[in-house]
């Protein structure tokens, strides 16, 4: 993930000793598996409208360890936005500041693996308010779902193509679908998702 010039850097940089336990040594055999909405796909001018996560120890879903919240946009939620995670404007009015959420976040996953599907995005859109306000970028390990399934499919078919899509790896392993699209019903079944590629040589 990071180089390790990058990772000492990043360490050096945080301007807020209270949070140096996310650079500590993590819990043994823990992850966090977590998700968010947003206003939009792009992490440069979009905003999180609510993080869902759960803690995950070995091959057991902690479901007593979930976290859910709201973020507060700067701007309105636009309704093409509201069509895909049903998030309205009155639905974040009275959630936390993006700082008291992510210090919540923060909290939550301690020095932990982070674990999601197609990661690369949401830990972007945390980063963004994590460079701003702490300047550091989230120095927790990253495990990709999508890699992980990738990688258990190709030993089967080498040469075949091999469709990535949320819904199809779930169907694929086996998994229920949980109807209602948010935060952490996503995390939720991205936990499930994680710990059955854990324990399958191949699929």
Same mark, same amino acid.
């Given at each position: 993930?990071?180089?390790?010039?990058? @990772? +000492?850097?990043?360490?050096?940089?945080?301007?807020?000793?209270?949070?140096?336990? $996310?650079?500590?040594?993590?819990?043994?055999?823990?992850?966090?598996?977590?998700?968010?909405? #947003? #206003?939009?796909?792009?992490?440069? +001018?979009?905003?999180?409208?609510?993080?869902? @996560?759960?803690?995950?120890?070995?091959?057991?879903?902690?479901?007593?360890?979930?976290?859910?919240?709201?973020?507060?946009?700067?701007?309105?939620?636009?309704?093409?936005?509201?069509?895909?995670?049903?998030?309205?404007?009155?639905?974040?009015?009275?959630?936390?500041?993006?700082?008291?959420?992510?210090?919540?976040?923060?909290?939550?996953?301690?020095?932990?693996?982070?674990?999601?599907?197609?990661?690369?995005?949401?830990?972007?859109?945390?980063?963004? !308010?994590?460079?701003?306000?702490?300047?550091? !970028?989230?120095?927790?390990?990253?495990?990709?779902?999508?890699?992980?399934?990738?990688?258990?499919?190709? +030993?089967?078919?080498?040469?075949?193509?091999?469709? $990535?899509?949320?819904?199809?790896?779930?169907?694929?392993?086996?998994?229920?679908?949980?109807?209602?699209?948010?935060?952490?019903?996503? @995390?939720?079944?991205? @936990?499930?998702?994680?710990?059955?590629?854990?324990?399958?040589?191949?699929?």
């Amino acid at each position: 993930m990071f180089s390790s010039f990058f @990772a +000492k850097r990043n360490a050096k940089n945080l301007n807020d000793e209270r949070f140096r336990f $996310l650079f500590e040594e993590a819990p043994d055999d823990e992850v966090v598996v977590f998700d968010t909405e #947003t #206003t939009g796909l792009n992490p440069k +001018k979009d905003e999180i409208l609510s993080i869902g @996560a759960v803690k995950v120890r070995g091959n057991k879903i902690l479901m007593s360890e979930k976290f859910e919240l709201f973020v507060k946009p700067r701007f309105e939620v636009n309704e093409t936005s509201i069509k895909i995670h049903q998030i309205r404007n009155i639905d974040v009015q009275n959630a936390l500041s993006p700082r008291e959420a992510i210090e919540q976040f923060l909290h939550f996953i301690g020095a932990r693996p982070l674990v999601g599907y197609y990661l690369e995005f949401d830990v972007a859109m945390i980063n963004k !308010y994590l460079k701003a306000w702490l300047n550091i !970028y989230l120095p927790n390990p990253q495990i990709e779902l999508s890699g992980l399934y990738h990688d258990k499919k190709i +030993k089967r078919i080498p040469d075949g193509v091999i469709d $990535l899509r949320f819904d199809v790896m779930m169907k694929e392993l086996g998994l229920p679908i949980f109807g209602k699209h948010d935060a952490l019903n996503d @995390a939720m079944m991205s @936990a499930m998702m994680y710990v059955k590629l854990r324990n399958v040589e191949k699929l």
